[in-house]
């Protein structure tokens, strides 16, 4: 796995496929790898180059204990497209992900040639802002809770009904769930994010092609903060994935892949 020295950090990436670059921003305490279960095999077989990376905060890129803000995420992910010697990129991120390239287009918008946003908004909720504190306040309390109870939440919140409907695919989930489960001095900056403030009217200033994609049955950002972030974005456009939760783009990859690509070939209204 290669190694980029941006931003005063060390960050590892993956660089896979030929053609025009996308790269993609991954969510709170989620690795790079995950993209390639998925999203890095479809845009790969559509021709182009896909840089996937670890965020400040998830190991082997650095950790960066003492904190750090969504604009070093941001500085980060722009570092490393002019490290690669690229720009204008498409990008893919999802939920705190989707949170960087959306300030990334605002900061630096000569970066960035297509937007995607999955899970993604513009403002915190009273309710969320208010899960936020509490996980926050969890983990500092130094509490240990089971970790088959952590999974079985961790489930209940990410995954749609439809999953979890079917016992053998959730059990198989909770299983992962278990055995991934991931902590740190990192993660817990990352924490540190949440909750998000209000930048609807900043987002409005956006002037690259982004398009938002909502879960349907996303409860930790639902479909109506995709919508609102969408009717703010000039020009962007909108999808709702039906049967899916916050991991959507694992539980149900083919459709979100097929938003992805169709957005980017420009068959979709209002894409380039």
Sequence with gaps: MPVAAVNGIRLHYDDVGSGDPVVMVMGTAGSGRVWHMHQVPALKAAGYRVITFDNRGIPPTDECPEGFTVGDLVADTAGLVEHLGLGPVRLVGTSMGAYVVQELALARPELVHQAVLMAGRGRSDATRAALARAEIELHDSGVELPSRYRAVVQALQSLSPSTLDDDQVAADWIDIFEMARREGPGIRAQMAL???????????????????????????????????LADIIPGATFDLIEKAGHYGYLEVPEEVNKSILEFFAGTRAGAP
Aim: proline share 14%; hydrophobic share 30%.
């Design 194 to 228: 949440e909750p998000m403030p209000d930048r609807i009217s900043a987002y409005s200033g956006i002037r690259v092609p982004c398009h938002v994609i909502s879960f349907a049955d996303d409860l930790t950002t639902p479909p109506r903060h995709g919508r609102e």
